[in-house]
């Protein structure tokens, strides 16, 4: 199965079910718990979670936590700058993991390329209520200089939509990483399917 080109962040196990039903192995499911979350909570939902993923053939990644990626045995995770070094990230998750690294200009991406990363989360491509502190929004045209600078698949996120799907690809991303256009929806399988009709 190629690198899935859809990436849902979350940390509800049921957002989670009904994107896996909708997608199965064109997914990959990132757990991302707040940081006050117990390593014990992040553990329980991580080890659910990939069995989902496991079941339906699509990929589970773990946000921040490698220890939990680890111990779930999930497909791997994503470290940004406030988490470990990219090359640290890579000697604990080993050579066969997935490791995906945030950038948002080509100079970073080209430093987590060359540290192991295997794909790149680039953003804040808009900007978004989900997270707080964020840089400026970079655009597509953020998006399309980093594309150009590396030759891993690059995962735009903030902001996303399947509206801005076809503009996101035009510059250059892979495919791309929600929060809310997902785990905020009426109907998070239809929100699934949408996204991946746009991604087509
Ligand atoms: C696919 C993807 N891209 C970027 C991020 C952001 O990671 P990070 O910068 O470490 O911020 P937190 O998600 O830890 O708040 C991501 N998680 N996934
Ligand atoms: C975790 C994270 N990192 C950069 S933006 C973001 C949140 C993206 O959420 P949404 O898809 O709802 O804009
Ligand atoms: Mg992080």
Redesign the pocket.
């Known amino acids: 199965m190629p690198f899935p080109r859809l990436h849902l962040?979350t940390d509800s196990f049921a957002v989670a079910r009904a994107a896996v039903d909708a997608a199965g192995p064109e997914l990959a499911v990132q757990v991302?718990v707040e940081d006050g979350v117990d390593d014990r909570d992040a553990y329980e939902l991580a080890g659910k979670v990939v069995e989902l993923c496991v079941g339906a053939g699509a990929l589970c990644l773990v946000?921040d936590r490698l220890h939990v990626a680890l111990a779930v045995g999930a497909g791997g995770g994503h470290v940004?700058a406030l988490d470990l070094p990219v090359d640290a990230a890579r000697r604990v998750l080993g050579p066969g993991a997935v490791l995906g690294a945030?950038a948002r200009d080509p100079g970073t991406a080209r430093r987590a390329v060359a540290a192991g990363a295997t794909y790149l989360?680039v953003?804040?491509?808009?900007?978004?209520?989900?997270?707080d502190g964020?840089p400026p929004p970079i655009g597509p045209a953020g998006v399309a200089a980093v594309a150009a600078a590396v030759g891993v698949p690059v995962i735009a996120?903030?902001?996303?939509?399947a509206a801005r799907v076809p503009e996101l690809l035009e510059s250059g991303a892979y495919g791309?990483?929600?929060?809310?256009?997902?785990?905020?929806a009426p109907d998070p399988g239809a929100a699934t399917i949408e996204l991946l009709k746009a991604l087509s």
């Open positions: 962040i991302r946000n940004g945030t989360g953003g804040p491509a808009y900007a978004t209520s989900t997270k964020l996120i903030a902001g996303v939509t791309v990483a929600v929060i809310g256009a997902i785990g905020r």
